[in-house]
């Protein structure tokens, strides 16, 4: 089964700054558009941002605009979401999830999923 997995996570203090990537086994992402999504504890998962197979079309929620960017570096087929100035709400778990087809910020159009990687901000 294709299979997508994210790294970068962890623990940052408010205003700081981290950098998550999206790879995939079983598919290449470079066919794909690729969405990030976030679920914190006791809350439904929500989009972040997307962007479409060559790059060219980005979008983003309101909580996060202008302090997220979302990228693909497609020659390392790896997508990348940079999380600048950090709030405490942006405690969730991040998922990145792949569809082959444009880019939507709708969770139920995209087919694969990773299992997430933990991002923490607090003091």
């Known amino acids: 089964q294709p299979q997508l997995m994210e790294s970068g996570g962890g623990l940052v203090q408010p205003g700081g700054s981290l950098t998550l990537s999206c790879a995939a086994s079983?598919?290449?992402?470079?066919?794909?558009?690729v969405g990030w999504f976030r679920q914190a504890p006791g809350k439904e998962r929500e989009p972040v941002a997307s962007?479409?197979?060559?790059?060219?079309?980005?979008y983003s929620v309101k909580p996060v605009r202008g302090r997220f960017t979302i990228s693909r570096d497609n020659s390392k087929k790896i997508v990348y979401l940079q999380m600048n100035d950090l709030k405490p709400d942006d405690t969730a778990v991040y998922y990145c999830?792949?569809?082959?087809?444009?880019?939507?910020?709708?969770?139920?159009?995209?087919?694969?999923w990773g299992q997430g990687t933990q991002v923490t901000v607090s003091s």
């Open positions: 999830a792949a569809d082959p087809g444009l880019p939507t910020l709708t969770e139920y159009e995209f087919d694969y």
């Open positions: 079983g598919l290449e992402l470079d066919y794909y558009a």
């Open positions: 962007i479409s197979t060559g790059g060219d079309l980005t």
